[in-house]
């Protein structure tokens, strides 16, 4: 059966500090790759998403950036950290196919990050 | 362009209650695939159901049920009996296709059920 490992569960940065966040998926290859941030507790915003190796897709402009160096993990990364970066980001994988939209995301546990 | 409404931010109910989450999609696509997730408090992400487009029969699984109906671009989801445990924030989903065939999905703002004992 498939997994997904996400980590660290907390995170408590100070301001323009350096963030990494990874992601791994077990049992299955070549999946699509997301990250989604969810703020003050409530919509889920995509962040990054991927579809292979070193193949990142970006959706929203801003200090984030992301990486896929190898085909089950991905991470998330910013050089300095802003106050607006807190919130609860949450990595997903989804099966990666032609017909991989009618395939449901499965997420991880997710990073709570406070940025101080 | 995609999007999902959830008009209900929050609701409350009293437990063994009935309660119906309501969920308004947009697309232009005729083939597209809508989903619901839960959000319990621990904050991960539980996929619940999956209906695509061409399938509009009502799905019934244990307490819960969902009702999809293209002509109102609706998929509600109803807990019927409703207890402590659905304490959660649900979303409601969107995927269509794009180009590459993949394509993330897009969820409403989420509407959060309160069941009180």
Avoid at chain 1, 56 to 81: C, G, H, T, Y
Avoid at chain 2, 76 to 105: H, K, M, W
Wanted: charged content about 15%; glycine content about 8%; overall charge neutral.
């Amino acid at each position: 059966s498939q997994t997904i490992h996400q980590w660290p569960a907390t995170l408590v940065q100070p301001v323009g500090s350096p963030l990494s966040l990874e992601c791994t998926v077990e049992g299955t290859s070549n999946p699509n790759l997301y990250w989604y941030r969810q703020a003050a507790g409530r919509g889920l915003q995509l962040l990054f998403y991927s579809v292979g190796i070193g193949q990142i897709s970006s959706e929203v402009p801003q200090n984030l950036s992301a990486s896929r160096p190898q085909d089950r993990q991905f991470i998330l990364s910013s050089k300095k950290l802003l106050l607006s970066d807190s919130g609860f980001y949450l990595c997903a994988w989804r099966r990666g196919s032609g017909s991989g939209y009618n395939s449901p995301l499965h997420f991880g546990n997710g990073t709570r990050l406070t940025v101080t | 362009a995609q999007k999902v409404t959830q008009a209900q931010t929050e609701i409350s109910v009293v437990e063994k209650e009935d309660v119906t989450l309501d969920c308004v999609y947009e697309t232009r696509d005729t083939t597209y695939y809508l989903f619901w997730y839960k959000q319990p408090p621990s904050g991960e992400l539980v996929f619940l159901i999956r209906r695509n487009s061409f399938d509009e029969q009502n799905e019934i699984s244990g307490r819960y049920s969902w009702n999809f109906q293209k002509s109102t671009s609706s998929f509600n989801f109803t807990i019927t009996a409703s207890q402590v445990v659905d304490s959660a924030v649900y979303f409601c989903a969107l995927s269509e296709p794009r180009g590459s065939g993949n394509t993330p999905l897009v969820f409403g703002k989420g509407t959060r059920l309160s069941v009180i004992a």
